[in-house]
Nanobody, 123 residues
Framework: QVQLVESGGGLVQPGGSLRLSCAAS????????MYWVRQAPGKGLEWVSD????????YYADSVKDRFTISRDNAKNTLYLQMNSLKPEDTALYYC????????????????WGQGTQVTVSS
């Protein structure tokens, strides 16, 4: 049974930091591109970042570049998102997702999804 379980969300003040984790099981994690996607209140899904199977390639949306860092530990089947200098506009439900073949920013093409973890940035 495939599972992606996100954790690490919470309430943080502007300028603060959070580290999200996504624990994967039930599939060959090291063979999948991994993604972070978010959904702000009342808005659609937004691609945030992704990383290649080895973690050697990393991509970011312009809105989070230089503030967020994606990483993965294939030995632990875990994906991470380090979020620094958080802004109120980063408030969203954050999902991890995976895709076996190739890289895409089209979120509808991701195969597996977690249930999401809420990040709220507010003073």
């Amino acid at each position: 049974q495939v599972q992606l379980v996100e954790s690490g969300g919470g309430l943080v003040q502007p300028g603060g930091s959070l580290r999200l984790s996504c624990a994967a099981s039930g599939f060959s994690f090291s063979n999948y591109w991994m993604y972070w996607v978010r959904q702000a209140p009342g808005k659609g899904l937004e691609w945030v970042s992704d990383t290649s199977t080895t973690g050697g390639l990393r991509y970011y949306a312009d809105s989070v570049k230089d503030r967020f860092t994606i990483s993965r530990d294939n030995a632990k089947n875990t994906l991470y998102l380090q979020m620094n200098s958080l802004k109120p506009e980063d408030t969203a439900l954050y999902y991890c997702a995976s895709r076996r073949t190739g890289r895409t920013r089209i979120v509808g093409q991701y195969e597996y999804w977690g249930q999401g973890t809420q990040v709220t940035v507010s003073s």
